[in-house]
């Protein structure tokens, strides 16, 4: 969405610091990029993709925030916190992202699902680009063919193969 005026992250975090703004949790990196991909979805009014950053984001630091006690204890917690209080999350939608080593499978399923869906829509959205932005493109076009292979491989559906419904999603 910046092309070609693409303004880099680690000149954000280096003019915050020169500019001693030196809020710790402003410049944590996953919150920086977080709000980088905030500020476009919602300028682009796309709040279901923005939910599944959020709660991709939640996942990813893996620390339970559904009992009260624990939102005290240390830095990522407080952070946490903080972002989930920032989203309107509630206490059932904490407890339900906490729980997620008892989900079943139709629930990690529909995660997946949804995260699938999402990484073949950036891919389809990035090899466009690439074909558009050919002429002063530095992408290499074979390392989009071979993401393109490794997606299509891993998430492809047809007779006989047994699908893995849980990269991770739970234990």
């Avoid at 703004?21 to 993709?49: F, H, K, N, S």
């Avoid at 559904?66 to 407890?95: C, I, T, V, Y």
Wanted: hydrophobic content about 40%.
């Amino acid at each position: 969405s910046e092309h070609p005026q693409v303004r880099c992250l680690s000149l954000d975090f280096k003019q915050a610091v020169f500019a001693n703004r030196l809020e710790l949790d402003a410049l944590d990196p996953y919150v920086m990029v977080y709000r980088r991909i905030e500020a476009y979805l919602l300028q682009r009014g796309e709040t279901a993709r923005l939910e599944l950053v959020r709660r991709s984001l939640y996942l990813k630091v893996n620390k339970k925030l559904s009992n009260l006690a624990s939102r005290s204890g240390g830095w990522q917690r407080r952070l946490l916190a903080k972002l989930a209080e920032e989203w309107r999350w509630d206490e059932r939608q904490l407890a339900l992202l906490d729980s997620r080593s008892q989900w079943k499978v139709r629930q990690v399923a529909v995660e997946r699902r949804e995260l699938v869906a999402e990484l073949n829509h950036s891919y389809r959205f990035l090899s466009e680009f690439a074909r558009t932005q050919q002429a002063d493109s530095r992408a290499d076009p074979r390392e989009l063919n071979v993401l393109g292979r490794r997606l299509y491989a891993a998430f492809e559906r047809r007779a006989g193969k047994i699908e893995v419904i849980n990269p991770g999603i739970a234990p």
